[in-house]
């Protein structure tokens, strides 16, 4: 249907604009679209008077005929259309497939719907520049995207869906929140926290260390550097080369900014020798690391160069791995619901074709993955073969409140780092062991997690870790010294709360105070500076009356609580 | 007094190895050192045979004498001295001076003693090796180190003031207290903090971030690598050159790791107008830089190659200056006092000959640190001239325990980056105006810091920094229930403590956590357990006796509001 929608429009577009030149108009996930050359670039005005034309031609119940033609018909049919011309030239086929509705003709292998009158709900959505075949040295072509539903309905909650995603994307309510910034002068990919920003981002990391702590986890910190060497024998210098960055040199050493905090880790268990006893040890380290990626796949924060893991490695005895896998997956699971994320899938992912260790040790520790989700009842998929060389691992994507999978908590079996940096215990025997690591992150990166909150909760932060959590506003200037008042008393029991003294009108400071989706309005006139009250209003611009301070600290106290 | 001990001191070892070869022995702070050609290596052993000769001659009380002969004749006096002819020859003089005490004769100018009689107090302390005249092509010659004062006293209270300093050592306690290490693998001058060392950083950190937003900063992060074309619009790449580390190259851009914070800050001013009323922002961030140092010059955590600056940049108005400094100067004396340094040095360092901006904002401007510094009625001296180019500063130089020097908080005014990167604000009078810029650390480096707090406390942190506050000691197997339950409940109400559960003797274990500087050791046996009590035991060694943990905890709690 789709793609049948697909030569609707470009019916309807040949009709309006009769010198243009097709490209290809596949179908896509939700809709579909289709390149144009044509005498003049195109401005979202014109997509109404596509969509009115395409549908007179649904409303004329046009039939989809196929034809099969030999290479000589289908170029005469085709013949004022050199992009076709170009891809029938290329078909290894003697017989050429067409489809007709109409006048309409088009170089296509189906199938299609019956007739065009068969077409459900559409709507043109987006123009944007397309190279012919994705080659920058070929013409830029136009092309329309539209999308396509089977009814009206589905189609408005796919829109709405749209909108609603680009009302959310974190890049823009990260400008308009004044949450963090990115800077072509500093470089692509590198995210400056502005004060707001690293508030939330500072409130998060405190959250994290205080449970880690509460879990037997101690917060280490190892530099940003490190001699190449360290990469090389970690093999990461040959695995991961294209995400390094290129070494810098010191005194004839070369030195690389690190893609992660494993290595030196292993460094500071090796400082000494280690008993059985002392197993596990937990090393969590808030640890920003730096990995390349092209320019063009970076996106706001969820995908960046350089970004904080909320790391952890787990150096364990075999025997403690369950116990210490589960109590990853406890925390992943805590953490995922403070954050206000209630849906996610699970996915344990196998032995790959090419992998370090044995294929018994594999075995071994897959069964021992599955029985800590078996442990936490936590359903799950197998991602077979999906494992990274090093060991099995389990991966955890959240939804979002669109429904949207963002990249969540990964536990990491590793195999390889132990064997090559000779990582061991002295154990019960007095003999020496491997120990077993595990690589683990419960956010994954700051970034990308407050990326996925934004998005989430559409910039509205919870009551906690929202940057400024209430703003007096005072209905006149005589009522200023009562807000100063009210805002100083409250922060006195640790809100973060701040006063309007703007000479503007109070319904835009509410509206302000709205769009910067602060969660507590407090609005003080003659009657509440008369009765030590204020007039409470929330960001969804409900009103709740008035009410005493000790009345709303109660409500606010049960918000941070709740985590609301 | 000083160089007379040298002279005797080669007096000495001539007259134990005739055949030795002399260099040069000069006058050093606290005492002096002497080169020699020797036919055997020394070892400490040496020493006392040597300090014993010195005291014959001493007693001897042999006259120093000078004499000025000609070349000739100092060549035949010094004939068998290979270095000193060569001394010699470089002499630009006809005449050269020589000082004689009894057979010994040396090529010196004095002046000297009367006789080696009137020597005071001396003890060798050291041997090293030297290449002659510092250059590594010429031989290496054993250097010999001495000490000499006036009195016994004198020399007694220095050789105990260097043995505290060898016991205060930081990089010897970094190991002892597992706190921190320093691989060769990752490169020198870079820092590993280990779970203690970390916890202690953490503390600090905590406690400053908070004591600045109780101030009114705001806490920013910004990313470690930018494009090297940042540093050189500021002039760093110019000017500091020798200090930064080479670039790395992305997508044919060449980026380094950041020696500094403030460009960063500087961008994100930048992201949009700024009002006079918007004035002072005041951004601060824990920020880790990385600066190039020679590994020779390199020091456990006191010169490091990586380092977290407790960095703040305020941009204000200039009305503001004074207001904003005398601000950071009350949080650098809140700051040493907090950690228990009450004694320091202030400086105020004027225009040096070469600088950015006018003679006339200079003198404004230190003329408005003075004010500053006479608010707080802090005393300071002048450093003419030893300003930076973009401003005058104010250097603040802790005292540690044993009356050291430690590099404290700084505070720079700074007119060139503002105009560098044309950074203003919109003023009263709706026009543009450039900011003031100050650049301050309270702490100076984390690492630094904690290197100048373990030689000043000796490894015993007060107890709010102590990593672990408590150890409860069973006396025998049987209380070991009772020692958790303790442990259990103080835990519970924030302690840092731990239970010593090892099979070993209770007096083994009290002296280790003295040894690890643990502040309070809780030993429980028969009567503890019956009574709810613990007997309580200082690393000092105190014992406090039986206390409820009540009265320990209320003990507990005044020492950690007092931040002892």
């Known amino acids: 249907m789709r793609h049948s929608a697909a030569h609707v429009m470009a019916q309807a577009v040949l009709s309006i604009f009769p010198e243009a030149k097709l490209g290809i108009g596949p179908a896509i996930e939700d809709g579909f679209y289709y390149d144009f050359d044509l005498p003049r670039s195109l401005t979202p005005d014109d997509l109404p008077a596509i969509e009115a034309k395409m549908k007179e031609i649904v409303a004329l119940d046009l039939p989809f005929e196929r034809e099969e033609v030999d290479r000589e018909e289908a170029r005469r049919l085709l013949a004022g259309q050199p992009y076709k011309l170009e891809l029938i030239d290329e078909l290894a086929d003697e017989k050429v497939s067409l489809y007709r509705q109409g006048p309409f003709v088009d170089l296509c292998r189906g199938p299609h719907l019956g007739s065009t009158g068969e077409l459900g709900a559409f709507k043109l959505v987006n123009i944007a520049g397309a190279y012919w075949r994705g080659d920058e040295h070929r013409p830029m072509l136009q092309r329309i995207y539209g999308v396509a539903f089977d009814t009206e309905a589905a189609l408005q909650e796919h829109l709405h869906r749209l909108a609603e995603a680009a009302k959310r994307d974190h890049r823009r309510l990260g400008r308009e929140l004044d949450l963090f910034s990115i800077h072509n002068e500093a470089g692509p990919g590198l995210v400056h926290w502005h004060p707001k920003g690293a508030l939330v981002r500072r409130l998060i990391e405190d959250f994290w260390k205080d449970e880690h702590i509460k879990r037997g986890y101690d917060i280490v910190y190892t530099p940003h550097i490190a001699k190449v060497d360290l990469w090389r024998t970690s093999g990461h210098w040959d695995f991961y080369r294209d995400y390094l960055y290129s070494p810098m040199e010191v005194e004839g050493q070369d030195y690389i900014i690190k893609p992660m905090n494993c290595l030196g880790h292993i460094l500071m268990y090796k400082t000494r020798l280690r008993s059985y006893r002392e197993l596990p040890l937990r090393w969590a380290e808030l640890g920003t690391v730096y990995r390349y990626e092209r320019s063009g796949v970076l996106h706001g924060l969820?995908?960046?160069?350089?970004?904080?893991?909320?790391?952890?490695?787990?150096?364990?005895?075999?025997?403690?791995?369950?116990?210490?896998?589960?109590?990853?997956?406890?925390?992943?699971?805590?953490?995922?619901?403070?954050?206000?994320?209630?849906?996610?899938?699970?996915?344990?992912?196998?032995?790959?074709?090419?992998?370090?260790?044995?294929?018994?040790?594999?075995?071994?520790?897959?069964?021992?993955?599955?029985?800590?989700?078996?442990?936490?009842?936590?359903?799950?998929?197998?991602?077979?073969?999906?494992?990274?060389?090093?060991?099995?691992?389990?991966?955890?994507?959240?939804?979002?409140?669109?429904?949207?999978?963002?990249?969540?908590?990964?536990?990491?079996?590793?195999?390889?780092?132990?064997?090559?940096?000779?990582?061991?215990?002295?154990?019960?025997?007095?003999?020496?062991?491997?120990?077993?690591?595990?690589?683990?992150?419960?956010?994954?990166?700051?970034?990308?997690?407050?990326?996925?909150?934004?998005?989430?909760?559409?910039?509205?932060?919870?009551?906690?870790?929202?940057?400024?959590?209430?703003?007096?506003?005072?209905?006149?200037?005589?009522?200023?010294?009562?807000?100063?008042?009210?805002?100083?008393?409250?922060?006195?029991?640790?809100?973060r709360i701040q006063v309007d003294a703007r000479a503007e009108r109070m319904n835009l400071k509410i509206r302000e105070a709205q769009l910067q989706k602060v969660p507590y309005m407090l609005v003080v006139g003659d009657n509440e500076a008369a009765a030590s009250t204020v007039s409470l209003r929330l960001r969804n611009n409900q009103n709740l009356g008035t009410h005493s301070l000790a009345s709303f600290k109660a409500m606010f106290e049960s918000a941070l609580e709740a985590r609301e």
């Open 302 to 495: 969820a995908r960046v160069r350089g970004f904080t893991q909320d790391d952890a490695h787990i150096f364990c005895r075999p025997d403690q791995l369950e116990e210490e896998v589960a109590g990853v997956l406890e925390l992943a699971r805590f953490m995922m619901q403070a954050f206000g994320f209630n849906e996610y899938e699970v996915f344990l992912s196998t032995r790959p074709e090419k992998y370090a260790g044995s294929a018994e040790v594999w075995e071994d520790s897959t069964r021992t993955l599955e029985r800590a989700l078996d442990r936490l009842h936590m359903a799950y998929s197998i991602d077979p073969g999906e494992g990274v060389f090093y060991g099995p691992k389990i991966d955890i994507s959240l939804k979002d409140a669109l429904g949207r999978s963002w990249q969540g908590p990964t536990t990491q079996v590793d195999f390889n780092l132990p064997q090559r940096f000779d990582v061991t215990y002295i154990g019960e025997d007095g003999k020496e062991h491997q120990v077993v690591m595990v690589h683990r992150a419960v956010l994954g990166s700051l970034e990308r997690f407050v990326a996925c909150l934004l998005e989430h909760y559409a910039g509205a932060f919870p009551v906690w870790l929202a940057p400024v959590q209430a703003v007096v506003i005072p209905i006149a200037d005589r009522h200023l010294d009562y807000a100063r008042q009210v805002a100083a008393e409250l922060s006195g029991q640790g809100l």
